[in-house]
């Protein structure tokens, strides 16, 4: 039997459960993790998603990026090839089925040891944390139609497709045995970052005290009152601004994350009976994680959250209020516009003046440009300063 040279991690999950926030730390120290003997294959965290694609069969349709296709198997080309333990992490993963979870894990041969990695969050924070997610990419679903509609449990509906952890972890467990499939659980609301960090960087072998936590969080949050605007901003928008588009770049990065976010709102909760079915619905997930045998990180006790004594009643938002955010907005979104249009004119601007010396004096403007970006060009340039500053100094005295 031959060897196992390496542990590969597969972290598949699941969305809104703290993935954004250990990506951040890990590909921006990407370095120190592999002086850690961990690899991040592909060029940047963007790959990993493009890999998803590529995985669950979507790479080659006309909205997908070209560079998808194929990306899977490069990225186990690079896994294979490097000595150490290897990991590829993004949360969308978790919608695989499990022919295609299980082609994903045989494709990587059966010299690796492969592990799945899948992390976990109650259901009363999930749920407002998903629905938030969904009107940024143009649902128009109200959040108590959003939580009726998740109540039924329809099958193939893509938040239980992704946050049925029980289901995630059968399909991606159908090539991997269970005692090399991981759970670790989100510590509950108010716990300290570092917490999720330790639990999760320990399962990879690395050294959780040498990584810099600062400056890396999770999805910035909307408030109740911007995520009304927004699901209503999505309603008017008809057919414009399509998603696949225009819309991830002018409206859910620009609108919501840059402008939206900056201003304050209600907590987004569940109300009356919902808290109760998520209390429940998350005791069932964490009593069939603990049936199927895999490894916990963490206590799945963090996954039933206790429910409070007298739950909130569902807040409202007043036209009066939505009309001051409206404004509060729209203000922002004119001047971050005018901001753009300004950078507009400037990098124009720029672009006509080195039209113009190309124009006139073309080898000697074509190699300024090369050497701002190469080392061993700036030199040459260098020494040319001093040579031809002697020679000046040479003709003026003579």
Known sequence: MRAVTKRIFLHVGSPKTGTTFLQQVLWSQRGLAREQGLLLPL?????????????????????????????????????????????????????????????????????????????????????????????????TLTFQEFVAQLREERKGTWFWRVQDYPRVLERWSAAVPAERVHVVTVPPAGAPPEQLWTRFAGLLGLEPEAFDL??????????????????????????????????????????????????????????????????????????????????????????????????????????????????????????????QRREAQQSLRRLTELEDRLATRPVRTTLAAVSERSRAVMAVRRVWWRVAGRLRAVRRRA
């Open 43 to 139: 060029e940047s965290f963007h790959d990993h998603y493009l890999a998803t694609l590529d995985v669950r069969q979507l790479a080659g349709r006309p909205e997908t990026p070209p560079r998808a296709a194929g990306i899977w198997q490069r990225a186990v080309e690079e896994a294979v090839a490097w000595d150490g333990d290897v990991l590829v992490s993004h949360e969308l993963f978790a919608a695989a089925t499990e022919s295609q979870a299980t082609a994903a894990v045989e494709a990587l041969g059966v010299d690796a040891e492969v592990h799945v990695v899948l992390t976990a969050r109650d259901l009363v924070r999930q749920i407002p944390a998903e629905w938030q997610e969904h009107v940024k990419h143009r649902d």
């Open 214 to 339: 600062g400056g890396h969080r999770a999805n910035t949050s909307l408030g109740y009152e911007q995520a009304e605007l927004l699901r209503r901003v999505n309603a008017a928008l008809g057919d414009r601004l399509p998603l696949p588009g225009p819309y991830p770049v002018d409206v859910k990065d620009l609108f919501a994350q840059t402008l939206l976010t900056r201003q304050p709102g209600a907590k987004i909760a569940l109300a009356g009976d919902d808290v109760g079915y998520a209390v429940e619905r998350s005791r069932r997930m964490a009593a069939e994680i603990a049936a199927l045998g895999v490894d916990v990180v963490g206590d799945l006790d963090e996954l039933v959250p206790p429910a409070p004594a007298s739950p909130p009643a569902h807040p409202e938002v007043t036209g009066e209020r939505l009309l001051q955010e409206s404004v509060t907005a729209l203000a922002a979104l004119l001047e971050a516009c005018s901001g």
